[in-house]
Structure formats: structure tokens, C-alpha cells
């Protein structure tokens, strides 16, 4: 990548970036989001934003990493990319917390969903794997509201590409189920949701089920539509997402840096 296309970037994000990054990606200090931009638009839309989060250490060993999308509900879409920090792990790094994956925390544009944007969201993933060292075999998705549909709709659009799934609070289209029994899931939400029903989940589970898979799911008896804050703050739940890796394996790796 060369200086002055780092720099375009640089003035798309609004954050400045090291010239160190022409060789290798800037040192990511832990707990520290950087504001990024997809290097190409995809189609007739503008590239998507997003945040950038690396393990404190990533830069210690040659090793590669565990990635998570986290995509975020309807109330963070628009310009301001601070906004994907108010929920989820993108708030909890953004108060310290260090995890031991590489984060992508994208921003959907204002007048879309995410359910539109399954293109653009593989396209994103196809980009940070080839500027990164990310272990195509343990890849994840997870989302709350808006983004726990969205994470239903990109698994079924590329089931091969994620080892697990963890739709919090959005539903999905029990059409695809066939399409994702063999992707480990684990869903939640509060049965007093009166935002997204429960019944959304309940309706992708059963047809999970019925596909012959085996998906978990955890209902707050008494949480309302917030049922991500609990769920993220789960440390079982990031402790069974690393646990779980893709079963078909890519005979090719992005070199990455």
C-alpha cells in the first residue's frame, strides 16, 4: 500500500494514520478503536466505515487471529462513526476492555439496513483478511436489533465463511435455515421485547431445528429489548465463540501482514 493512498484513507476516516503502515499496520495499542474506511466502494455505494480494533499484542508474533464483525442496531446508522461505540463490544474496548480477537465494528449508512448490505459486509471481510493476519477458519458475526438481522441474513448468504453466529434481539428469514444448520448459533433475547418480538428468534430456532441443526438460545425472562448488554458481557459467550472454528476449510490463505 502506498503513502498516498494511506493518506486518502487517513482523510476519509478523519484519523491520521502512521506512515509505519505502509509496510505493516500501525501498532494497535490495546483497547484503542481506529476509524477506518474500506479502500473501494462497492458497487454505486460509498465504502463503508468502520472501526478497527487489533489485540495489543498482534504485533508479537506472526500468529494468526480470531476475527468478530459486530454489527450494530438501527439507532447507530449514519455519518458519525462514534456512534457504533454506544452498544457491545466496540463500547467495552472503548472502556479499556482487551480481547483477544480482531475487531470490525462497520457503520451502515443512514437510509439502508443491514440486511441490504450482506455485499458490502463480505466485501469488508475480504479486505481486512488480506491487509491482516486473520485465521480464515475462525470468523464470526454477531449484531443486536438491526444487526442481530443482519447477522441472520450474512450468515445465510455466505454460510462456508464463519465458524459461528450470535444473533442477539433480530430475526431472521426461516426460509434460509437449510442454508446455516451446520453454522454453530447462539441466540438471544428478553421476552418482554416488545421492539423485536420474541417470537423473531423463536422462529429461526424452530426452523433451525426442524433443518436438523443444534442452536442454542438463551431468553432474559424479564429484559425488554436490551438484552445485549447482558450478552456481551457474558464471558461464557466469548469463551464458546473462539471455541467454535469452520468446519470447511479454505485451501488458500490471505497472506495478510
Not at 481486512?128 to 450474512?154: C, E, F, I, K, Q
Request: some cysteine.
Amino acid at each position: 500500500m502506498t503513502a498516498r493512498r494511506i493518506a486518502g484513507v487517513a482523510a476519509v476516516c478523519g484519523a491520521a494514520l502512521s506512515g509505519a503502515a505502509a509496510d505493516r499496520p500501525a501498532t494497535q495499542p490495546a483497547g484503542v478503536q481506529r476509524a477506518m474506511a474500506m479502500e473501494a466502494a462497492h458497487g454505486n455505494a460509498p465504502p463503508l466505515k468502520y472501526l478497527l480494533y487489533l489485540p495489543g499484542d498482534y504485533d508479537k508474533s506472526p500468529q494468526r487471529w480470531p476475527l468478530v464483525l459486530f454489527l450494530h442496531g438501527a439507532g447507530e446508522r449514519g455519518q458519525r462513526l462514534d456512534l457504533v461505540k454506544k452498544h457491545g463490544p466496540p463500547k467495552l474496548v472503548d472502556r479499556g476492555r482487551q480481547f483477544p480477537f480482531i475487531l470490525v465494528s462497520p457503520q451502515c449508512p443512514a437510509a439502508s439496513w443491514w440486511t441490504k448490505e450482506t455485499a458490502a459486509l463480505l466485501a469488508l471481510l475480504n479486505e481486512v483478511a488480506s491487509r491482516y493476519r486473520v485465521d480464515p477458519n475462525r470468523v464470526y458475526v454477531t449484531g443486536l436489533s438491526m444487526g442481530g438481522m443482519g447477522t441472520w441474513a450474512l450468515a445465510a448468504a455466505d454460510p462456508n465463511r464463519f465458524a459461528a453466529i450470535v444473533p442477539i434481539c433480530g430475526g431472521g428469514e426461516p426460509k434460509t435455515a437449510g442454508r446455516i444448520k451446520r453454522l454453530p448459533v447462539w441466540a438471544f433475547h428478553g421476552a418482554k421485547d416488545r421492539t423485536v418480538p420474541l417470537k423473531a428468534t423463536r422462529d429461526m430456532i424452530d426452523a433451525l431445528e426442524k433443518a436438523g441443526a443444534k442452536p442454542r438460545l438463551t431468553v432474559y425472562p424479564e429484559a425488554g429489548h436490551d438484552s445485549w448488554t447482558a450478552t456481551y458481557s457474558n464471558e461464557e459467550l466469548y469463551t464458546w465463540l473462539l471455541s467454535q472454528r469452520r468446519a470447511r476449510r479454505s485451501t488458500t490463505q490471505p497472506k495478510g501482514k
